[in-house]
């Protein structure tokens, strides 16, 4: 069976875990995917293409198109992970934060609810549970 692989843990999408603590299989993915969409596009030296930072969307005057377009770059940079088979993300605005909600299906066939809070300040994973 394939794995989804084993990495030191990031709760908070942009620290590492103080402890070093070991997250694996969905976990592990759904940390990625988070640190993904909190890495500005252009920022790692050898990874160009890589990521989308949610953050900056936190103060914008968002419509509903808007938000359209922050899910299908969010679903797209997610797909970007070769662990990823499929992805549905939904966007929503309120009280200065940025909420992604949705699921994922991975390469192993294992399908992973996704709900992210972004602020000006924290990124909180809310949720990152295997659906049966």
């Not at 900056?56 to 797909?79: F, G, H, K, M, T």
């Not at 699921?103 to 192993?108: G, K, N, P, Q, R």
């Amino acid at each position: 069976m394939t794995s989804l692989g084993i990495d030191i843990g990031t709760p908070g999408a942009s620290d590492l875990d103080p402890f070093f603590g070991l997250v694996r299989e969905g976990r592990c993915l759904v940390e990625a995917l988070a640190r993904r969409l909190v890495t500005p596009r252009g920022s790692l030296l050898n990874y160009p293409a890589y990521g989308y930072d949610l953050r900056q969307w936190v103060n914008a005057e968002l419509d509903a198109s808007d938000l359209r377009e922050i899910e299908q770059a969010a679903a797209e940079e997610c797909r970007a992970d070769e662990r990823v088979d499929e992805v549905q993300l939904t966007a929503a605005f309120s009280d200065d934060r940025l909420t992604l909600t949705g699921w994922v299906t991975a390469i192993t066939g294992q399908t992973f609810r996704l709900t992210l809070a972004v602020s000006e300040v924290t990124v909180i994973i809310l949720r990152s549970t295997e659906v049966a």
